[in-house]
């Protein structure tokens, strides 16, 4: 029998792409961070291409991000002087005449996309760029928006249960987003093997001070009520978009007609370093007023401050846990869509052989 | 690379030993803790020989897809120290010590071309990377060379896994492999990974330097085990540590000089890494360089010698000798 109980401490497939940096952070100058338990020297070759090594040097295990980048495509260990191409490939040992055949260090897949740089630590065997998530928002000519990165002290299943259900606005974003009507209205979730959605509406409400702001951005001087949406969308294994918006209540929104509204997307890929820490990547990306910076600025500013609560949170949720190794998660209805997360995720655990025992990891 | 050079020992059961060619036999055995064997992997196995003990390393030709099982191919010579013997005589049931899969020898996909080359029980270590670049679906040739067809082994399988892709060279056909040529249409943007005796493996280094390709894209791996010229027992003296004895053909130096009570310095054993080196006062003989630490002017100076794997020769006049300053 499965057992109920969700793990708290949840372990993260190899078998993946995770964001491993905004593509403005990788540089000629070498870049350290851990992606999935590697740590990753990251630069880019003359020709800009994005490069991921093992950040060890193959021998003596110095890191090579503290090394520079040399030639076209090279990395220069910082200790002995060892270079390697961006294969990994020993390409000169200062220090002798050959090069010992069997130096390298790993190479990991790396591409641009989404204005991110995604890695893939698994089987290269199997790295498919087709399989990236889907974060078209980023790029697509009809939005435009910022983010930020975040360095969550916490296991990333934390970030995708709290992106998962967003009843918990009403209580940490209470003087921005988070409004009663949250918690009291109703919400669908559907899954397929790759992804989770999670819908819901709340029909002729008051905005809230952050949409409030927004509708007046588009509709200058606007007043009165909405209709407001929450449209979760998560792809395996850890990347979240949700569809936000308001529009002007009874105008047709839930039909289709969002013309007299305001959308956004919030842009989420959480990355996980260790088992107890994590890369959270967010932006925040609309459809109206493309021009302004001064909304775009206004807006990663305004999204900076809600996460910042909820990292505050995160935080204390996982000091909490691990000092507590002998309490269990309990569950409530509002977690069915970061349940079929934590299952999905579950399966590709268990595909890569790596799903733990009930019990061996969190206490 | 660290993440696959732990050396973790563990039991294995043979479950299969047949003859493949009249010198090449195939071993498949069932480890106790499968581990997934990436092409390119080897085993290190124990071997007793005349009571001692020894380690030998065996390429993996192909291997369950999590490990389950793996087969190695040995190869029996005259040049054999006496592993590839015990390893012919396991019988299915026997069980050894190995190691887990090491990786020395990776192959990375994404290379525009490959060419793969094995000379005789090379075949081993590169016929795991060419069926894998055949499932990457990648552009690749393998180029198999050996003496005659009869002793070629997984021939036939090559040729139905590989159809055109497989280009073969047999001695006594008259088509022996001109490395020259193969250099020359190598695609300098391409990988070229060989596995086969040093005289061949030799060649190609040659042939890649004067074509100046990058040597990062000329991968290889020896165990040491082949060199210019027959095995044949030396004497080795020590001077200042008051040491004479005599190599076997069936021991390297370096086993040779640890039999004496020498406490040398070594690593790699197999002719990498040069931490082994010892500086030649005299050699009666010539010098039969089987190391690819040394570049040619190194070899041809002769002033020095990796004793892990490198021997001295007289060409069948008798014994010849070498005299050493260890580190």
Avoid at chain 2, 45 to 69: F, H, L, N, P, Q
Wanted: proline fraction near 6%; glycine fraction near 8%.
């Amino acid at each position: 029998m499965q057992a109920s109980t969700a793990n708290k401490v949840l372990d993260y497939p190899r078998n993946a792409w995770y964001v491993a940096a905004w593509d403005y952070e990788i540089t000629r100058k070498p870049l350290a961070r851990t992606i999935a338990g590697r740590p990753l020297a990251m630069y880019r070759t003359e020709d800009g291409r994005p490069v991921a090594l093992a950040d060890a040097c193959w021998h003596r295990l110095a890191p090579l991000s503290m090394g520079k980048v040399v030639g076209k495509d090279e990395i220069q260990c910082p200790y002995h002087g060892i270079r390697y191409n961006s294969a990994g490939r020993c390409v000169s040992m200062p220090a002798q005449e050959t090069i010992n055949p069997s130096a390298l260090v790993p190479s990991f897949p790396i591409i641009d996309r989404y204005r991110y740089a995604w890695v893939w630590i698994g089987d290269p065997a199997l790295a498919d760029p087709d399989t990236i998530p889907d974060m078209s928002q980023m790029t697509d000519p009809d939005w435009t928006g910022d983010g930020e990165l975040i360095y969550a002290p916490c296991n990333y299943q934390l970030v995708l249960d709290n992106l998962m259900d967003l009843t918990h606005e009403e209580f940490v974003h209470s003087s921005s987003i988070g409004q009663e009507e949250l918690s009291e209205s109703d919400f669908v979730t559907t899954h397929t093997d790759t992804t989770v959605k999670v819908e819901r509406w709340m029909l002729d409400i008051e905005p809230p001070p952050f949409w409030l702001k927004n509708m007046r951005d588009k509709f200058p001087g606007f007043e009165g009520r909405v209709d407001r949406w929450q449209i979760i969308h998560f792809e395996a294994p850890s990347t979240i978009r949700i569809d936000v918006g308001v529009a002007k209540a009874g105008t047709g929104a839930p039909q289709g007609d969002r013309s007299q509204g305001v959308n956004g997307y919030v842009m989420n890929t959480i990355s996980p370093e260790t088992d107890r820490t994590c890369h959270y990547f967010w932006s925040f990306q609309r459809n109206y007023r493309l021009d302004s910076q001064l909304i775009t600025t206004q807006l990663r500013n305004g999204v900076h401050g809600v996460f910042g609560e909820d990292e505050a949170m995160l935080k204390a949720q996982q000091a909490a846990i691990d000092a507590n190794p002998d309490y269990e998660f309990y569950s409530l209805n509002i977690d069915a869509g970061g349940m079929w997360v934590r299952r999905l995720i579950e399966r590709r655990l268990a595909a890569e052989g790596r799903m733990p025992t009930l019990g061996a990891v969190g206490v | 690379m660290a993440s696959a050079h732990t050396v973790v020992w563990q039991r294995a059961t043979v479950i299969e030993n047949v003859a493949l060619t009249p010198a090449i036999r195939r071993i498949v055995f069932r480890p106790e803790h499968p581990v997934k064997a990436p092409p390119g992997s080897h085993i290190d196995v124990r071997v007793w020989i005349d009571g001692d003990d020894a380690t030998r390393s065996y390429s993996i030709v192909d291997a369950a897809s999590a490990g389950e099982t793996l087969a190695i191919s040995v190869f029996e010579s005259e040049a054999s120290r006496g592993g590839a013997a015990v390893m012919h005589a396991l019988r299915a049931g026997d069980v050894v010590e190995m190691t887990e899969p090491l990786q020395d020898f990776p192959l990375r996909l994404g290379a525009p071309s490959y060419v793969l080359l094995a000379g005789g029980v090379g075949i081993t270590a590169i016929a795991g990377m060419a069926a894998s670049l055949a499932a990457a679906g990648a552009d690749y040739r393998v180029v198999y060379c050996g003496r005659s067809r009869a002793h070629m082994a997984y021939l036939t399988e090559l040729e139905g896994a590989h159809g055109d892709r497989l280009e073969v060279h047999v001695r006594d056909e008259g088509t022996t492999l001109d490395v020259t040529d193969l250099v020359s249409r190598v695609d300098p943007a391409g990988e070229l990974y060989m596995c086969g005796p040093i005289r061949l493996m030799d060649a190609v280094r040659r042939a890649w330097v004067e074509r100046e390709l990058s040597p990062a894209q000329l991968r290889f791996e020896t165990f040491g085990n082949s060199g210019w010229f027959q095995a044949e027992p030396f004497t080795v003296r020590v001077p200042a540590l008051d040491v004479e004895t005599v190599v076997p053909p069936s021991a390297t130096l370096l086993e040779a000089l640890e039999l004496a009570g020498v406490e040398a310095l070594f690593d790699c054993r197999k002719g990498e890494c040069g931490l082994c080196e010892a500086r030649v006062l005299d050699v009666q003989g010539v010098i039969d360089h089987r190391d690819v630490f040394y570049s040619e002017r190194q070899r041809d100076a002769n002033s020095r010698i990796c004793v892990c794997v490198s021997r001295v020769c007289e060409l069948g006049q008798g014994s010849g000798s070498i005299t050493l300053q260890l580190s």
